[in-house]
């Protein structure tokens, strides 16, 4: 039967593709230390801080450009006010769900004691903070809560599972971040459906139970570079985020075509997304509550990155994977933040085939309603890098005609290894 399966798709042509660049918006800070410091500089900020005072400062389990430089800057100042700062991990069940596994997450994006300039105390336990108006008990950090403030430091960006006035960002770092395991079961229990109502109802309980001094917001650009600073007094944090996730959505990262057939990503993996792969890209979306207007017929996915660590959340989003990728899944550790999430579609495991060509073969000849002689495929090592990507022959007449694209090069045949593999 295999023999069978790779006869059948062994005679797909693969297209030609050429090298484009798709230009975005590229305003970036390009000295984050000197932002931080003027915002932290403000009277409403620095009136927080005083001598003596432990203060924890929260890290994400997602990358953020520049965070080691932005938490660093933050220590600084902090001790050089008097107070004694630490770092703790606030990203829910992520980590394996344990105080160690978060911990290696920020070692793994460069976030260490040393470079950062003070502890990182990690730690699964909460407390109870509250209970939210429908009854929820409403917990975080158990070594966040013991200090004398709390500084929560996040990337506002759109969410992939819901749309509301706060979706990840700092009103979400506190809800689930904080509320590691516990808290993010919690809110997560009650499904994607219900998030947009639940996260503004328990950060709001924790804003008034607990020593929030302030937040720190971190927008990015296209290009994943840091695109806005700003410290947000935490009185004022459930009105001023909802206007940066605005500005946030308009900076997204796209794909500037339409009627992509077939997208073809090098890799997936847990720190270029949260879904793995972006869904504003790839047009895959976990939950029903978030849609798009285009819609790519087929997705393959070649490998998981290496800092994934074998996460493969988004896996079960794409049509077609390679043995390459599947033999490195951590199915187990995988699993974890599924269940707690309560969506479980994005660690399916979708169609493996032995090697690249194939894996791209099965999506052209999988696609419908298209002439597969001049098929329109994309490809890119991954949707955190939606700018130098890869684009088949037939789409060229419509990159020519967009002057926020440039092609880079000649068309090319993909040259597979005696393995039928790209690398």
Known sequence: MGESLYE???????????????????????????????????????????????????????????????????VRIL????????????????????????????????????????????????????????????????????????????????????????ESGLMKMMTIGLGKQHGAAVCHNAGAKYLAKYIPMFANVILENCNILFGVGIIENAYHKTYLIECIPAKDIPSREPALLQKAYTLL??????????????????NISGDGMDPYITTRFGTPYVTTEESIQKV????????????????????????????????????????????????RIPMILKNDYYAIAACIRGSVDIDRENIRLVRMHNTLEAYDIEIS????????????????????????DENGNLW
């Open 300 to 347: 393959a996915i070649l490998d998981i990155s290496a800092e994934s660590h074998g996460g493969m959340l988004g896996a079960g989003w794409a049509d077609v994977c390679t043995r390459r990728m599947f033999d490195k899944c951590a199915l187990e550790e995988s699993y974890v933040n599924a269940i707690t999430a309560t969506i479980f579609d994005g660690v």
């Open 79 to 166: 001790r050089r006010h008097g107070a004694e700062p630490f770092v703790i991990p606030a990203m829910g069940s992520h980590g394996g769900g344990t105080a160690e596994g978060q911990k290696h997450i920020l070692n793994s994006y460069g976030i260490t004691e040393e470079r950062v300039g003070c502890p990182i105390l990690s730690s699964m336990e909460t407390v109870s903070v509250g209970t939210s108006p429908e009854g929820h008990p409403v917990h975080i950090d158990a070594l966040a809560n013991a200090a004398q403030g709390i500084i929560v430091v996040g990337k506002i960006r759109p969410h992939s599972g819901f749309s509301g006035p706060y």
């Open 8 to 74: 059948a798709i062994g005679q797909v042509k693969i297209p030609r593709m050429v090298r484009i660049r798709q230009h975005f918006e590229d305003n970036r800070i390009e000295d984050p230390v000197s932002v931080v410091e003027e915002q932290m500089e403000r009277s409403e900020i620095l009136e927080t801080i005083k001598p003596g005072m432990r203060i924890a400062i929260t890290a994400s389990s997602r990358p953020i450009h520049n965070l080691d430089i932005i938490l660093r800057t933050i």
């Open 253 to 270: 990262p796209r794909l500037m075509f339409k009627d992509v057939a077939v997208l073809v990503l090098d890799e997936i993996g847990k």
């Open 393 to 416: 022959e037939s789409m060229i007449e419509d990159a020519c005609r967009n002057p926020d694209i440039e092609i880079l090069g000649d068309l090319e045949e993909l040259e597979f």
